[in-house]
């Protein structure tokens, strides 16, 4: 289907890719999977035609690929659905497929039969979505769909799916999976992009490792023990360990409560009512419509409650307001790195030391060698791969964007964190280095509320409370068997 050959891209001094060659065969699921900053992304740009390769060459079916100016002809070979949305909001989801190929100029648009040539593509594949909803209220799960169908109208049967299950929960998972082997089973091709080793085994024939922007290894996925993956990514043994908090002694019971929600009411959830002590993790887990976000969110200020109240060591916070909750000391990874968590044009030191520049020099004008030193430390500590503080965070790889995120939350020491999705796009051993991290501040005392689906990431939590609905319908200690905390979540009974 595709087939790169020795490619070869530097961005200045940084080497993205080495002499990295793929080929992936017509009909497969083809894994790429490795570490952050491994290179995953450069390769998709150069097989997309969005990046040209400094050496090396790409053919489809055998034929040299297009020109990089020739946007319509690699559209006809190949498409990539990102994690962040191409489609355009406030159009329909109708004109998003077919706007701009109506010919015989602007005036003679068919609006009719646009509508019905946009049903016919969606009915084809199996996508069942409205074509008059605007694209914009569309969820990621069907937002996808519609991107991938787009992409299959232009001709297009070799489609990249980058990070595709980031943002979706079990449920929708076993959809898109579902939906990926029908699209198979017709012919088209996939090139899966996951940190998520489990979901390569479940849909994927073929996998490829890369490691420090080199190729490491193609297999059948079959031929390939799960072990054996890590070891190939990490260029070294051993897999993830987590600080299960089953392991470790409960708190006393004298412990003052570091963050107490009472009665929290507002948009997508209702009467929420919990605490979390100095040194205690507090999970909060539920499907994407359960309002766990929406919590978290009302906890560090982003949303107004509509009832209840938030303390805070204490104190009661003033909600709806950021800046307040940072000054009552709650740090905060948010939900959406890209427009909540990062100025992406800034460097990496100017974005982990932005909570704290009143901290590191007179009138919140950071000293140079302070704020290189605290970016440094935080380059380390954290397992950020870059050139130096002083690169760009536009310019890292999706999984060290959220490092960076993580650092600034931690920065100013906060007595209680919230964090949502921490690992998302995160490597399986920065994910180990990050959760650590996690643990090292619950061990200093800290308050910690972690939002997530990731059972990895619930693991470290002393309790966890399933939201269903907007309410609070289940919690679970430490030690939760992983059927019983699921069935939970998506709230089915289990018949044992
Ligand atoms: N535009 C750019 N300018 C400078 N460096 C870049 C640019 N794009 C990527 N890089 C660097 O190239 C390397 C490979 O990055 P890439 O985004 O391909 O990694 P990845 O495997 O996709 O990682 P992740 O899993 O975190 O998404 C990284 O060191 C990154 O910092």
Same mark, same amino acid.
């Given at each position: 289907?595709?087939?790169a050959?020795?490619?070869?891209?530097?961005?200045?001094?940084?080497?993205?890719?080495?002499?990295?060659?793929?080929?992936?065969?017509?009909?497969?699921?083809?894994?790429?999977?490795?570490r952050?900053?491994?290179?995953?992304?450069?390769?998709?740009?150069?097989?997309?035609?969005?990046?040209?390769? %400094?050496?090396?060459?790409?053919?489809f079916?055998?034929?040299?690929?297009?020109?990089?100016?020739?946007?319509?002809?690699?559209?006809?070979?190949?498409?990539?659905?990102? $994690?962040?949305?191409t489609?355009?909001?406030?159009l329909?989801?109708?004109?998003?497929?077919?706007?701009?190929?109506?010919?015989?100029?602007?005036?003679?648009?068919?609006?009719?039969?646009?509508?019905?040539?946009?049903?016919?593509?969606?009915d084809?594949?199996?996508?069942?979505?409205?074509?008059?909803?605007?694209?914009?209220?569309?969820?990621?799960?069907?937002?996808?769909?519609?991107?991938i169908?787009?992409?299959?109208?232009?001709?297009?049967?070799?489609?990249?799916?980058?990070?595709?299950?980031?943002?979706?929960?079990?449920?929708?998972?076993?959809?898109?999976?579902?939906?990926?082997?029908?699209?198979?089973?017709?012919?088209?091709?996939?090139?899966?992009?996951?940190?998520?080793?489990?979901?390569?085994?479940?849909?994927?024939?073929?996998?490829?490792?890369?490691?420090?922007?080199?190729?490491?290894?193609?297999?059948?996925?079959?031929?390939?023990?799960?072990?054996?993956?890590?070891?190939?990514?990490?260029?070294?043994?051993? !897999?993830?360990?987590?600080?299960?908090?089953?392991?470790?002694?409960?708190?006393?019971?004298?412990?003052?409560?570091?963050?107490?929600? @009472?009665?929290?009411?507002? @948009?997508?959830?209702?009467?929420?009512?919990?605490?979390?002590?100095?040194?205690?993790?507090?999970?909060?887990?539920?499907s994407?419509?359960?309002?766990?976000?929406?919590?978290?969110?009302?906890?560090?200020?982003?949303?107004?409650p509509?009832?209840?109240?938030?303390?805070?060591?204490?104190?009661?916070?003033?909600?709806?307001?950021?800046?307040?909750?940072?000054?009552?000391?709650?740090?905060?990874?948010?939900?959406?790195?890209?427009?909540?968590?990062?100025?992406? !044009?800034?460097?990496?030191?100017?974005?982990?030391?932005?909570?704290?520049?009143?901290?590191?020099?007179?009138?919140?004008?950071?000293?140079?060698?302070?704020?290189?030193?605290?970016?440094?430390?935080?380059?380390?500590?954290?397992?950020?791969?870059?050139?130096?503080?002083?690169?760009?965070?536009?310019?890292?790889?999706?999984?060290?964007? $959220?490092?960076?995120?993580?650092?600034?939350?931690?920065?100013?020491?906060?007595?209680?964190?919230?964090?949502?999705?921490?690992?998302?796009?995160?490597?399986?051993?920065?994910?180990?280095?990050?959760?650590?991290?996690? %643990?090292?501040?619950?061990? @200093?005392?800290?308050?910690?509320?972690?939002?997530?689906?990731?059972?990895?990431?619930?693991?470290?939590?002393d309790?966890?409370?399933?939201l269903?609905?907007?309410?609070?319908?289940g919690?679970?200690?430490?030690?939760?068997? +992983?059927?019983?905390l699921?069935?939970?979540?998506?709230?089915?009974?289990? +018949?044992?």
């Amino acid at each position: 289907m595709v087939s790169a050959s020795r490619v070869g891209k530097r961005y200045g001094p940084t080497v993205a890719l080495r002499d990295v060659s793929l080929t992936v065969t017509p009909g497969q699921s083809h894994a790429l999977v490795g570490r952050n900053g491994a290179g995953k992304s450069t390769l998709v740009s150069i097989l997309t035609g969005l990046s040209k390769p %400094d050496t090396g060459t790409i053919e489809f079916g055998g034929e040299p690929a297009p020109p990089v100016a020739d946007r319509e002809a690699w559209r006809r070979h190949v498409a990539c659905v990102y $994690q962040h949305s191409t489609v355009i909001p406030h159009l329909s989801v109708a004109e998003n497929l077919f706007l701009n190929r109506q010919s015989g100029g602007r005036f003679a648009i068919s609006w009719r039969r646009l509508r019905a040539q946009a049903r016919e593509l969606l009915d084809s594949w199996g996508v069942e979505v409205d074509v008059d909803t605007s694209a914009g209220e569309l969820s990621v799960e069907d937002r996808q769909f519609v991107e991938i169908a787009r992409s299959l109208s232009y001709g297009a049967r070799f489609i990249v799916l980058d990070e595709p299950t980031a943002q979706l929960d079990h449920q929708a998972i076993d959809r898109l999976f579902a939906r990926m082997r029908e699209m198979q089973a017709a012919g088209v091709t996939f090139l899966f992009i996951s940190h998520h080793l489990r979901e390569v085994y479940e849909v994927c024939q073929a996998v490829t490792v890369l490691r420090d922007a080199g190729h490491v290894l193609t297999a059948p996925v079959a031929e390939i023990a799960h072990a054996e993956l890590i070891d190939a990514m990490t260029g070294e043994r051993g !897999g993830l360990t987590v600080a299960d908090a089953a392991a470790r002694e409960a708190l006393a019971s004298d412990v003052d409560e570091a963050l107490v929600v @009472d009665g929290l009411s507002g @948009d997508e959830f209702d009467d929420v009512t919990f605490s979390v002590r100095r040194g205690e993790v507090l999970g909060l887990a539920g499907s994407n419509a359960s309002g766990k976000h929406q919590v978290a969110e009302t906890v560090y200020g982003l949303r107004a409650p509509a009832a209840g109240r938030i303390t805070v060591a204490g104190r009661p916070l003033k909600t709806g307001d950021v800046p307040a909750a940072l000054e009552a000391g709650i740090g905060c990874v948010p939900r959406d790195r890209h427009h909540q968590g990062l100025v992406l !044009g800034l460097s990496i030191a100017d974005n982990a030391t932005m909570t704290v520049l009143d901290r590191l020099g007179p009138g919140g004008i950071a000293a140079p060698g302070a704020r290189t030193r605290t970016a440094r430390t935080a380059l380390s500590e954290y397992d950020i791969v870059a050139a130096g503080p002083d690169q760009a965070v536009s310019d890292l790889s999706g999984g060290n964007q $959220q490092k960076v995120v993580l650092a600034r939350a931690l920065a100013r020491d906060p007595g209680v964190v919230v964090l949502i999705n921490p690992t998302a796009g995160v490597d399986v051993k920065s994910k180990g280095a990050l959760l650590a991290v996690v %643990d090292r501040v619950r061990a @200093d005392g800290k308050a910690v509320l972690i939002v997530s689906d990731e059972l990895d990431d619930l693991r470290l939590a002393d309790r966890v409370l399933v939201l269903r609905g907007g309410r609070v319908v289940g919690e679970h200690d430490a030690g939760w068997a +992983d059927g019983d905390l699921v069935a939970d979540i998506e709230g089915v009974e289990l +018949d044992v």
